[in-house]
């Protein structure tokens, strides 16, 4: 009995250290030590979670949370995966101020959650996963949820604060990767690759508008969350549903090495984790995967990345580093060219620029212009028609897929003994992402000395330091200076994006038949498309265009959507929404109960004063679109049709089908793929290959006025100037001159309705500013906030 309870009290005094160990609370003035990894963890009290140091490499640790389990754990948070500390000497340590430590060998803070307190502090670990420092009053100080590192749980927020998720470096490396989930300042959620040489966003698709990608910017909370059920919510309204949706399960949301998000689930903790959901099905559409200079192809074999011709890995253990050229610079003197197609390509971003209808060879001699052009893609676009030169200053991104109808030209150097080598030379290896648990370590070059530190050592140690704060400073203030220079940039374009989301509505087709009672009421039509009537579930009328399918409504439909959302002015068509939906390209606007300016000169129903207003009114849209929206916008159709009435005959301009948007400070554009317009109200500019600019607009407004001063037509069939009647068509514009220069009586020119009634002087100011507008030479024409200047002008007279 006696050796009985010796041994019991043996047992006990062994199990004592050993309670205290899987304990989910660590007290203030406590410390968990890297040494004693094994031993001091804490565990969450459903067992499923456990907290301490994790080994990352050779004698390298990590505080971290992962999946309770024997072998190969699954770590869904780290504090400091970017300052892996030796096990010697470093703790974690929860003060009794309140602030959270982390100290390496050399008692140097290298992670802390910098907190404060006036009561006692805790630190548990949650069964949820959550890293919780709490005081007695159960006030939450910090907390892990809200600092996540690549791993999100089931009810933790992806917010606004601390960055977002960072994938990690590589299966074995831990540290901070390249890929970063985040919210953008215009509530976005995004993807973006970033390696310090070159970044961009990939997901959602960065050419698509945010709502053709199906978000919102409207809430600007920043959030994103999923539940144990699998079903993930944000606040720009994204969400999906796993795989397995309703099953309580393990799940986790992870940022992966290879810059895709997904979400894994798994019934018990020793099983493998099953991907059941992804935002990327063909992984060869993330950025940067590859490098530079290489292409990615990916087919039932799995993912491969391949070097170009002339070009080999840098870094044979890391295809992010990408490919360097074998060759020299074509910067370097007496280094000529030579180019190779690369079939089924694309490298997406870094354009010198987009050149229209340019032939092959505009394009190659456009590239050879710049030393350090790479090559160029130079594709046929069959929707719209017309062939595009894309000349690259870095080819990144690069993809390859058969069927794919884009094709690369590549430059090399035109050295024969080596254009066989180059085309026949390159580097291809399979790139797998490992989803499974199997653990692997780096050697971290990092080591301690045991007893003194040597002086010498000691000061090159702080001298060292000393120089890195002094860089650290000046690249955050170099950093500084770059976001400020481009903040005016992002901001420019979030807010116009953001004005178009607000006040446009996104209308299902069904929605829509249903409106227009199946399209059984039109009410117009022309090149761009027919429009119907209308009544809307809020009971307003409207007129709905549909885009024909035979172009599928691309450019005309992004045109629109893109410049008609941004505009706010009384004397412009405003736009309530618009579908896209399939096939379907529809666009959704006020309905004008007087129809179109043509209808009614066509009706002649207008009388002297409402055409002055007429005049006045699309003089100021136009103003509007030249020079006060946020982009400059050229209509590129001004003509009656496109001039509705409102019930009170208040013109305004509509059809921005063929529109053109120019940056601030453009005067002209040359990028014009096709000429716009309708003949008759097409400036000289369009036929005589000069640049296009605002005074387009200004001849066609020209023209219409003198529609409107006359009655006629600008291709109708006119009398000269002795007042004979001819056969021929000698056009409006010459007609009207010969009239005014050879006998000057303006009676004549006038509408036969208007004789009597119109006041001769606002006519003659008006015929004035017609005429000025239709000069052939386009540097003569005013601009159109002098023609509104100058009408208003004579009203003031008056």
């Not at 539940?227 to 399960?249: A, E, H, I, P």
């Not at 066989?420 to 199997?438: A, I, P, Q, R, V």
């Not at 400073?473 to 979030?494: A, E, M, P, V, W």
């Not at 387009?696 to 069939?717: A, F, N, Q």
Request: one cysteine or more.
């Amino acid at each position: 009995m006696n050796t009985f309870l010796i041994i019991f009290f043996f047992i006990f005094i062994i199990s004592c250290p050993l309670s205290s160990s899987i304990s989910d609370t660590l007290h203030a003035g406590s410390s968990l030590s890297a040494e004693q990894q094994n031993v001091d963890v804490l565990v969450s009290p459903n067992g499923i979670f456990s907290a301490g140091f994790h080994s990352i490499g050779n004698n390298a640790y990590s505080f971290a949370i992962w999946f309770t389990q024997k072998k190969h754990p699954t770590v869904v948070w780290m504090a400091n995966r970017d300052q892996p500390v030796n096990a010697k000497g470093s703790k974690l340590t929860l003060l009794k101020s309140g602030n959270l430590i982390l100290i390496d060998a050399y008692r140097i803070v290298v992670w802390a959650t910098g907190t404060t307190s006036f009561s006692v502090p805790q630190l548990r670990l949650r069964d949820n996963g959550n890293f919780v420092l709490i005081t007695e009053d159960d006030v939450v100080l910090w907390q892990s949820f809200n600092s996540p590192t690549n791993t999100l749980l089931p009810e933790q927020p992806l917010t606004r604060y601390k960055g977002g998720l960072v994938s990690s470096r590589s299966q074995s490396n831990f540290s901070s990767g390249f890929y970063k989930l985040f919210y953008d300042t215009d509530n976005v959620m995004r993807l973006a690759f970033d390696n310090n040489d070159v970044s961009s966003v990939y997901w959602p698709n960065p050419w698509l508008l945010t709502w053709e990608a199906d978000r919102s910017t409207y809430n600007n909370s920043r959030v994103g969350v999923f539940d144990y059920l699998g079903n993930f919510t944000s606040s720009d309204k994204f969400t999906f549903l796993s795989g397995d949706f309703g099953s309580r399960v393990q799940r986790i949301l992870k940022l992966d090495i290879d810059g895709n998000v997904r979400l894994y689930s798994r019934e018990k903790s020793w099983e493998n984790w099953v991907v059941t959901w992804q935002a990327f099905t063909n992984p060869c559409r993330i950025h940067g995967i590859c490098g530079a200079n290489s292409r990615c192809m990916y087919d039932f074999n799995g993912r491969k990345c391949s070097c170009l011709p002339g070009h080999k890995m840098k870094n044979r253990t890391d295809w992010s580093y990408g490919c360097e050229p074998k060759f020299k610079s074509f910067c370097t003197k007496n280094q000529t060219s030579r180019f190779i197609k690369l079939f089924n390509s694309e490298f997406y971003g870094y354009d010198y620029g987009i050149y229209n209808n340019y032939s092959y060879r505009d394009c190659e001699n456009l590239c050879l212009q710049f030393c350090n052009c790479k090559g160029f893609q130079y594709s046929y676009f069959i929707n719209l028609g017309i062939f595009k030169c894309y000349p690259k200053m870095l080819l990144v991104n690069g993809y390859h897929r058969p069927g794919f109808s884009g094709n690369v030209y590549l430059r090399l150097p035109k050295t024969d003994d080596h254009i066989s080598s180059y085309e026949n030379s390159t580097e291809e290896f399979k790139l797998d992402l490992n989803c499974s648990n199997k653990a692997t370590t780096i050697q971290i070059a990092k080591t301690y000395t045991k007893g003194q530190v040597n002086m010498a050592l000691e000061f090159m140690f702080w001298f060292a330091c000393g120089v890195g704060g002094i860089e650290i400073i000046s690249i955050f203030l170099i950093c500084c200076l770059l976001i400020r220079t481009r903040k005016y940039s992002d901001t420019h374009k979030f807010q116009v994006q953001l004005m178009a989301a607000t006040r446009l509505r996104r209308f299902s087709y069904s929605e829509l038949k249903k409106a227009t009672k199946g399209y059984v009421e039109e009410i117009g039509r022309g090149a761009t498309g027919i429009v119907y009537k209308g009544v809307l579930s809020d009971s307003r009328v409207a007129a709905v265009k549909l885009l024909p399918e035979a172009y599928q409504g691309e450019a005309e439909f992004l045109a629109e959507v893109n410049t008609i959302g941004t505009l706010n002015h009384m004397n412009l068509i405003e736009m309530w929404g618009y579908c896209l939906e399939g096939k379907h390209r529809i666009l959704v606007y006020e309905y004008l109960e007087h129809k179109s300016l043509k209808e009614n000169l066509s009706r002649n129903v207008l009388d002297w004063n409402k055409r002055f207003e007429i005049a006045v009114g699309t003089a100021k849209g136009l103003a509007y679109l030249h020079e006060e929206c946020l982009e400059w916008v050229l209509h590129c159709d001004v003509k009656p049709q496109n001039i509705l009435l409102s019930s009170n005959y208040q013109p305004k301009v509509a059809d921005f089908g063929l529109s053109k948007l120019l940056k601030r400070g453009e005067l002209s554009s040359q990028s014009f793929s096709r000429i716009r317009g309708t003949r008759g109200y097409m400036a000289p500019e369009w036929v005589t290959n000069q640049p296009i600019t605002s005074k387009v607009d200004v001849y066609s407004y020209g023209i219409v006025v003198l529609e409107l001063l006359t009655g006629k037509s600008p291709t109708s069939c006119v009398g000269n100037s002795n007042g004979i009647e001819e056969p021929e068509q000698i056009g409006l514009v010459k007609w009207v001159k010969d009239m005014v220069n050879g006998t000057g009586e303006l009676e004549k020119i006038m509408e036969s309705s208007m004789e009597g009634e119109c006041d001769m002087k606002k006519f003659g100011t008006l015929l004035n500013v017609a005429l000025n507008c239709v000069e052939e030479d386009k540097d003569a024409r005013p601009s159109m906030s002098q023609v509104v200047k100058s009408l208003l002008h004579f009203e003031d007279d008056k």
